[in-house]
């Protein structure tokens, strides 16, 4: 199970740090993806870091936001710098299974970030 954290309400500008942590398995060997959706909008990929450590980013967010692990806390980190209102959404961890399918594991419960003007 994936659980989503660190939400909130931010001015434009700020940043805030998302944390998602594993229960029941180990996800050291998975490659974890972030992704986020806005109301009325369909969820929209973030980005990814695999087991390696190697990180892509949607364009709309590269150069603003750093995706990390701790595979000593099974967590995987979002750090979201520069926000803007666009950025609002609910945001979701989960395993990235096939990047070339764009398929997906099980999603865990979101994250609310509100990015105020």
């Known amino acids: 199970q994936l659980q989503a954290s660190g939400g909130g309400l931010v001015q434009a500008g700020g940043s805030l740090r998302l944390s998602c942590a594993a229960s029941?398995?180990?996800?050291?060997?998975?490659?974890m993806a972030w992704l986020r959706q806005a109301p009325e909008k369909e969820r929209e990929f973030v980005g990814y870091i695999s087991s390696g450590g190697i990180t892509y980013y949607a364009n709309s967010v590269k150069g603003r936001f750093s995706i990390s692990r701790d595979n000593a806390k099974n967590t995987v980190y979002l750090q979201m710098n520069s926000l803007k209102p666009e950025d609002t959404a609910v945001y979701y961890c989960?395993?990235?299974?096939?990047?070339?399918?764009?398929?997906?594991?099980?999603w865990g419960q979101g994250t609310q970030v509100t990015v105020s003007s």
């Open positions: 989960s395993v990235l299974k096939n990047w070339v399918n764009k398929e997906y594991g099980s």
């Open positions: 029941g398995r180990t996800i050291s060997r998975y490659t």
